[in-house]
């Protein structure tokens, strides 16, 4: 059998169109939380965004397992020096800029609005790991690569039955500390230790990359979309009872219906096949993914003070169709930020 690093290259291609459809999945979950923010609860326009964020809570998780399927073959042959050198600084650099863009972004903003912030305030947010929203992930991020050479000699010492227990595991526990954590309101902890709740799912993806079976697309659909609707539910059944409040647990990356919507939707990226063109172009495009993330954030902020803003009209519409302009503008972007020498390093 196949160790992963010797699959053919077409046989893991997939893991380029994931990696674009998971990142559009985050840009539409990220243009559908203000729509919730202005509406009431049960509204129209609320339940349109709901069900868009809902169909798209899977993003997160799909991009970790991602990472998963390719930096946890256990037949790379990396020293630590190779592997910190290349991964290390491949994130490090774009955490640290776009940081620091955020935070000068996050004031400017205050500060046109009337109300500036202060230089503490600003250090706190860096501290905290989310110098803007989205950026947490950066920083998570960054502590999983940290591990990620140690949880290669896991996944080598373990048989695939071991590897499967030992995740399995790991999800009743991040999910255990998210239902707690929730339901005790209490804050996700230090940054450093964000990585952790995080570990299933990248065993995860390694596990699917390297799973020989077929499951049914129609029953991993079925799935998929059973959960969507409920979290979707669940979500609009504990708001309607605690009114509008931070309690999310159902939005949660590791609520009972997150984790298996995202390993239905893994094995279905999986099984998709792009045609000739549409593949060389996620090959072409995988690569920029990084810095569309980064980007698209301050873009659907200038569109959410536009009358452009999917708040000013029909969600159901609206929110798709600002999705796509933002996906497609920081892509723009990103190609163009490429192109300069100084810059590239920065995505």
């Excluded at 940081?99 to 000068?104: P, R």
């Excluded at 140690?150 to 695939?160: H, I, N, P, T």
Aim: with cysteine; net charge positive; aromatic share 14%.
């Amino acid at each position: 059998m196949a160790t992963p690093s010797q699959e053919p290259k077409a046989s893991i291609a997939w893991l380029d169109s994931a990696r674009i459809v998971a990142l559009f999945a985050v840009v539409v979950i990220h243009a559908s939380a203000p729509v919730m923010e202005d509406h009431a609860i049960g509204s129209m326009a609320w339940w349109f965004a709901n069900a868009w964020d809902a169909l798209s809570r899977w993003c997160v998780p799909v991009l970790v397992m991602i990472s998963g399927a390719l930096l946890l073959d256990p037949s790379k042959q990396e020293s630590l020096s190779t592997f910190y050198g290349k991964r290390m600084s491949r994130i490090l650099v774009p955490t640290l800029f776009w940081s620091a863009f955020y935070l000068g972004w996050t004031a400017l903003r205050e500060r046109a609005k009337g109300h500036p912030v202060s230089p503490q305030e600003l250090l706190g947010s860096l501290l905290d790991g989310a110098p803007y929203y989205h950026m947490w992930f950066m920083f998570m991020l960054v502590f999983l690569y940290l591990f990620t050479p140690y949880l290669r000699k896991v996944v080598a010492g373990c048989s695939r039955s071991e590897l499967s227990i030992l995740t399995a595991v790991l999800f009743v526990y991040a999910a255990g500390v998210q239902g707690y954590r929730e339901y005790n309101q209490i804050g996700s902890g230090p940054f450093p230790l964000w990585f952790l709740s995080y570990l299933p799912y990248f065993l995860m993806g390694y596990l699917v990359r390297t799973d020989k079976r077929k499951p049914s697309k129609a029953m991993l659909a079925a799935a998929w979309l059973l959960f969507c609707c409920a979290t979707a539910g669940g979500y609009f059944a504990v708001l309607s009872q605690r009114g509008q409040t931070n309690y999310d647990y159902f939005y949660g990356y590791f609520s009972v219906t997150v984790i298996p919507c995202s390993i239905a939707m893994m094995y279905l990226l999986k099984d998709w096949t792009l045609p000739g063109r549409a593949a060389n172009f996620a090959k072409s495009t995988a690569g920029l993914t990084f810095g569309v993330y980064l980007i698209h954030a301050a873009i659907l902020g200038v569109i959410g003070q536009s009358p452009l803003s999917p708040s000013r009209f029909l969600a159901g519409a609206s929110i798709p169709l600002a999705s796509a302009g933002a996906f497609l503008l920081a892509l723009v972007m990103a190609i163009g930020i490429s192109k300069v020498p100084v810059l590239r390093r920065t995505i």
